[in-house]
């Protein structure tokens, strides 16, 4: 694929130049607000060329497949620019601001036939398909509770994350996970969970500091998604817990760093580990076979809406 990247953010090395170059894409152009700043990136990161803004990069004919890691508040706007030039979208999470967004997002992308997909990359990964196999073989027994940890130390002060007006706050940046992980095991609960309690923790720039949000299932499993951005370490686990065991993701947002899963059933304990090739590099790999065959995803934009309409939820009751 040739790849088109908005802005020069931090985390587009991890997500899409790193991946990029294993899989043999090719990065062909870039721009941000700086154009020093892209230049530098471009020179980092070997991309082809840099461009005066992020719609000459839409626009630019050797751009197949854009790449969007903005603000979140920018998602969506930009998002919808590729979508009205025909370029298939990898989205940066959260989707957009609120489910209003989303869905007008996922509305232009149906009515022009184009792929916007949420970069979930934990998904992709084999941390998280052992974990999905142990509740649905009936390895752990009935599924009785999910819990949901995404805790990380405080960002520098003016960074995006505790900006309002770029819909900052931890809930869109690791809330938006903790809260998918949640529905990602409806499926095995009867279904999407529900908002029973919220609590937001607000921080003085007035964007939410840590979360603690009770979910239920239709079939009665009890869910809990949990996060800060005022942790002293990083903190990133996924636990599920059956009537005959548990198994617990030590890192599921960054394996590659620690892809320990660990089994207990029936009271004997077990470490698996899943290999450390990073989540983002299956993403782009799932991504490209779509783009290029049409494979099938395990994420699309009905997704997308629907947490970000869980997201919405939980900021209403917490308010």
């Not at 998280?128 to 002060?157: F, Y």
């Not at 990602?184 to 964007?207: D, I, K, N, W, Y």
Request: charged share 25%; proline share 5%.
């Amino acid at each position: 694929m040739r790849i088109g990247v908005l802005g020069a953010s931090r985390i587009a090395e991890q997500a899409i130049v790193e991946p990029a170059r294993i899989l043999g894409h090719r990065l062909v152009a870039c721009a941000a607000r700086d154009r020093s700043r892209a230049d530098r990136f471009a020179e980092k990161h070997v991309v082809e060329r840099v461009v005066d803004s992020y719609q000459d990069v839409i626009d630019d004919p050797d751009v197949d497949v854009v790449y969007n890691p903005l603000a979140n508040s920018l998602h969506a706007p930009w998002n919808l620019a590729a979508v009205r030039a025909g370029k298939p979208v990898l989205s940066e999470k959260p989707f957009a601001s609120d489910a209003v967004e989303a869905d007008q997002v996922r509305r232009a992308a149906a009515g022009a036939g184009v792929t916007v997909m949420e970069g979930f990359h934990y998904l992709f990964h084999p941390v998280t398909k052992r974990l999905q196999q142990l509740v649905s073989d009936g390895t752990l027994g009935e599924l009785v509770r999910v819990e949901s940890i995404t805790h990380m130390p405080a960002p520098a002060e003016g960074d995006p994350r505790w900006s309002p007006d770029l819909a900052g706050g931890v809930l869109m940046d690791l809330g938006c996970y903790g809260v998918h992980v949640q529905r990602l095991f409806g499926s095995f609960a009867g279904g999407e969970p529900t908002v029973a309690e919220a609590r937001l923790e607000a921080h003085p720039s007035g964007v939410d500091a840590a979360f603690d949000v009770g979910l239920e299932f239709p079939s009665g499993v009890i869910g809990r998604a949990t996060g800060s951005m005022t942790g002293s370490e990083y903190d990133f686990r996924i636990r599920v817990v059956g009537t005959r065991g548990e198994a617990f993701a030590h890192n599921f947002i960054k394996p590659n760093s620690d892809d320990r899963v660990t089994i207990t059933v029936d009271g004997d304990a077990r470490t698996e580990h899943l290999g450390t090739r990073s989540s983002y590099t299956y993403q782009l790999e799932a991504f490209a076979e779509h783009i290029r065959t049409g494979a099938p995803l395990p994420l699309d934009a009905d997704d997308a809406v629907a947490n970000m309409a869980m997201i919405d939820r939980v900021v209403a009751l917490a308010s």
